[in-house]
Each structure stands twice: as C-alpha cells, then as structure tokens.
C-alpha cells in the first residue's frame, strides 16, 4: 500500500473527528464521542439507561460511567435536560455506575446490572447531596464552598435551552451574562466555549475552555473539549499535553487517548504507545478505529489493520469516504 494513505487517513481522521462536536458540556443531543447504536458490534450488545431526580437541581449536562467492575475501559454518555440518560449498545453484564456533576465531581456511585434490552435504573439523590471523592474526580474545598448566585443560574439555564435549539448567539449571550455575574462560573465558561466553537470563533472558544480548566482542573468535560478544539486547529503538541494531564489523574477519557495518540503520530512518537491509545479510544470514538488500523498497517500488521478497517466500514461514519476506504482495504487484502 502506497505510504501516502498515512496522511490522506490522518487528515480524514482530523476532519471528521473535529467539524462538529457535539458532545460539550449542557448540550442535549448525543456527540460522536459517545457510544450509540452502529458504534459497537459486539456480542449480546443491549441497551440501557435510567433517570434521575437530584432534588430540584438542573442535572442536564451531567455525565453517568459505566466502569466494568473487572476492569477496563469505562462508557460514558451525558445526562438530557430531563434527568434520563441512555447507552445505545452496551455488552451485558454488571457494572458501576458512577454520576459527575458539570464540574466533574462525583456526586452518586452504585452497582447495577445490565442484563436485558432495555435495563433501567432510577437514581433518587437527597436535596442538598454532597459530592464525593472517587478516583476519577476530586472535590477541592474552594469548590464545595462556593455558590453560585441566582441571577448567573438563570442565565445559564437560558443559554443551555438555547444550546439545545442551536440559537449559538442567542446562548452565547446568556452565558456571557452569567460570567458578568460570577466571572469563576466554570459551567458558563465550558458552554460559552460551545457557542464559540458553533460560531467558528475557535480563539474565543479556546480562551473559555482553558478558563474552565483552570478553574476546575478535574473537569473532565472541561478538559475534554479543550483537547477537541486543539485537534481542529492542528496543534497537537498542546493537545497531547492536555491529554496527559487528565490521564496522569487515571482518568479513562476516550478523547483524552485520542488526543494522546494523534500527538505522538503527528510527531513520531512510540508506535505502541499509539496502539494502546487507540485501542483504548476505539470503541467509543469509531474514527480512532481508522486510525488505529492505519497504524498497524504501517507496523506490518496488514491482517490486524484488515479486521479494524471492517469494523470502522460497518459504522455510518465511513460514509463519506467509504469508495476509498473499500479501495484501501483491497490493498492490504492483496
């Protein structure tokens, strides 16, 4: 196979990846780095999902793990305005689930099973419910203590409804009058940086996003989105250092890995530090799949890059580039 598929694959990967994330803090619809339906083909795949009540607190943009308690890589999806959530396809079996806040503190863990189609859970948290400490989050006194006022509560609220009908300009207003208020609202700084990145103002976006991290360090969504935007403009040495920040914290972040492999690809890094991250990344993101496969091709595992170029074939994210990517994968059947 030609050498120049490395880079042709590399910048389809990029594009696609970054043109439209969805998947930031407050918003409602589902985003390509959450798993749903066509993302996952393994066996006795079912679905779950649940709500919950907080006693009167918005949960929307929260974010509910599944941790396989034998370890291994944890499932993430966020929480809709209406407290439900829901995981498209999941293998079956026993998990913890564990629910952060917009901060990234955790404020609820428990053991589920998830043994039919369609499993459910109702979470009931006590008014008032103090965050706890767990292994992927910590809780910072400053943070615990602080109170948001009422009047920076409700303009956040209105951008995130706004958010959710795509009125960017009409949401970025409102959480720039939420920051007016209380100027260390980490929440209103992570969904300014959404409407930003819906705008194309990508230097406003990132100002916001780092501001988030900066403020709450731990927030994963936080640092999440940081690590998306730095990969849509192309800096990969900043986003491979994001990455390692929420990784040396033992966070499973799937965006995180991503991120960290792109770096070492773009700059010649370890090869199988790459693998691990992509392999990590690529069943939730299924474009980590492409890369991955592109990575063991030019390692010389033609028959292991076959099996993840016709995984990442069977997702709906192919589409766009799918005459191309079928002529590549005759090649490494050749």
């Given at each position: 196979m030609p050498r120049t598929?490395?880079?042709?694959?590399?910048?389809?990967?990029?594009a696609i990846s970054c043109s439209s994330p969805n998947s930031f803090a407050g918003q409602a619809e589902r985003g390509p780095w959450r798993g749903d339906a066509g993302q996952n083909f393994r066996d006795s795949a079912i679905t779950f999902g649940g709500e919950i009540s907080a006693g009167g607190r918005n949960v929307a943009g929260w974010t509910v793990e599944l941790l396989p308690p034998q370890g291994g890589m944890a499932l993430s999806t966020d929480v809709r305005g209406d407290g439900s959530f829901e995981f498209g396809w999941i293998s079956s079996g026993d998990y913890k689930l564990r629910l952060t806040d917009g901060r990234g503190s955790v404020v609820h863990e428990e053991f589920v099973s998830a043994n039919g189609n369609g499993s459910w859970v109702s979470i009931r948290l006590p008014q008032g419910a103090p965050a706890q400490r767990g292994q992927s989050a910590s809780v910072s006194?400053?943070?615990?203590?602080?109170?948001?006022?009422r009047k920076a509560h409700t303009e956040f609220n209105r951008g995130i409804d706004d958010l959710r009908k795509?009125?960017?300009?009409?949401?970025?207003?409102?959480?720039?009058?939420?920051?007016?208020?209380?100027?260390?609202?980490?929440d209103a700084h992570v969904n300014a940086g959404v409407a930003y990145f819906k705008?194309?103002?990508?230097?406003?976006?990132?100002?916001?996003?780092?501001?988030?991290?900066?403020?709450?360090p731990e927030n994963r969504l936080a640092n999440d989105n940081?690590?998306?935007?730095?990969?849509?403009l192309r800096r990969y040495s900043d986003a491979g250092l994001a990455a390692d920040r929420i990784l040396k914290r033992g966070e499973g972040s799937p965006i995180a890995h991503f991120a960290a492999a792109v770096d070492l690809i773009v700059h010649g890094g370890s090869r199988s530090r790459a693998l691990d991250h992509l392999r990590f990344a690529a069943d939730t993101i299924p474009k980590a799949r492409l890369l991955l496969a592109q990575t063991l091709s030019d390692s010389g595992r033609r028959d292991d890059a076959v099996r993840e170029l016709e995984t990442f074939l069977r997702s709906p994210d192919a589409d766009s580039r799918r005459p191309e990517l079928e002529t590549w994968l005759a090649e490494l059947k050749q």
């Open positions: 598929w490395s880079s042709v694959i590399l910048a389809f990967m990029i006194v400053r943070e615990l203590s602080r109170k948001v006022p795509s009125k960017f300009t009409a949401a970025l207003a409102h959480f720039q009058a939420a920051l007016a208020v209380d100027p260390e609202f980490a705008l194309d103002q990508y230097a406003q976006s990132l100002e916001h996003f780092q501001k988030a991290v900066d403020l709450t940081l690590c998306i935007l730095l990969l849509k």
